[in-house]
């Protein structure tokens, strides 16, 4: 298994999105640590196949995040993390797309499987419309979530979620204070040297995606400077 534990930058790199080979040489040298391919709308394994193909010449460790079971990716891959959202009132989203996906994939190699316990913020994304998730919480319930996910379910990864916008620091760094053994992930807006310092100081481990593709890898390359 890949040392992901160390991780303090990924990559998030979606399927749908369109990559000029220049770009992912420069994405791919920018320092990331991993290569994180995932999106929650029209993903599917061709187009999965498609990036996995354009981006593993250069090495660098590279995971799935599926957002439904039927489109992943086995081959060809370090890593499978897989999200269950915590403040959804839809079970769906927390273990019934896992249940459905175990019961008709039967070799799952879960030795390269990473439970991810998301914690969706932004109420106006992709990820928090699919999966109708309560973004409006004060911080206590934020971190309160966090807490279960760490010490009842005992989750691998918590996961910030704010993807497309910005975040709110202190909640962060609330949750923060509380983990114990789950790596903290923090995603959404990084799009700058500054912000990727100021997540970085309270996440284990940043993800940067849009910015990839509405900055370009120059900005990317500041955002993995900032945190290493
Ligand atoms: C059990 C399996 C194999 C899959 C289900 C996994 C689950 C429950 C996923 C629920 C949450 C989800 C849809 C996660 C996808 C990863 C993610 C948050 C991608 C970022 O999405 P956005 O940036 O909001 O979406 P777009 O970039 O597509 O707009
Ligand atoms: O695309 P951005 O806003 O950088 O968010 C990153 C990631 O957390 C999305 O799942
Ligand atoms: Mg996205």
Request: proline content about 5%; charged content about 25%; hydrophobic content about 40%.
């Amino acid at each position: 298994m890949i040392d992901w534990k160390n991780w303090r930058h990924i990559t998030k790199l979606d399927p749908d999105k369109i990559l000029r080979p220049g770009d992912i040489e420069d994405i791919a040298t920018s320092g990331t640590d991993a290569l994180m391919l995932s999106g929650t709308l029209n993903i599917t394994e061709e187009n999965l196949t498609l990036l996995r193909e354009q981006v593993k010449e250069y090495g660098v460790p590279m995971v799935v995040e599926p957002a439904d079971p039927s489109a992943v990716l086995y081959e060809g891959i370090q890593g499978l993390f897989v999200p269950s959202v915590l403040n959804t009132p839809d079970i769906t989203w927390v273990v019934g797309k896992h249940q459905y996906w175990v019961k008709k994939k039967h070799n799952i190699d879960w030795d390269i499987v990473v439970p991810e316990a998301y914690i969706v913020l932004n109420p106006d994304s992709s990820v928090a419309k699919v999966t109708k998730a309560l973004c409006n919480i004060p911080v206590e319930e934020v971190v309160a979530y966090a807490t279960v996910a760490d010490r009842y379910f005992k989750f691998p990864v918590v996961y910030i979620e704010y993807s497309g916008t910005y975040g709110n620091p202190d909640i962060v760094k609330a949750v923060s204070e509380v983990m114990e053994n789950s790596v903290l992930y923090y995603g959404g807006g990084i799009n700058c040297g500054e912000k990727a310092a100021e997540m970085g100081q309270f996440a284990d481990t940043i993800v940067v995606g849009n910015a990839v593709y509405d900055e370009g890898a120059k900005a990317l390359i500041e955002t993995v400077k900032a945190v290493k």
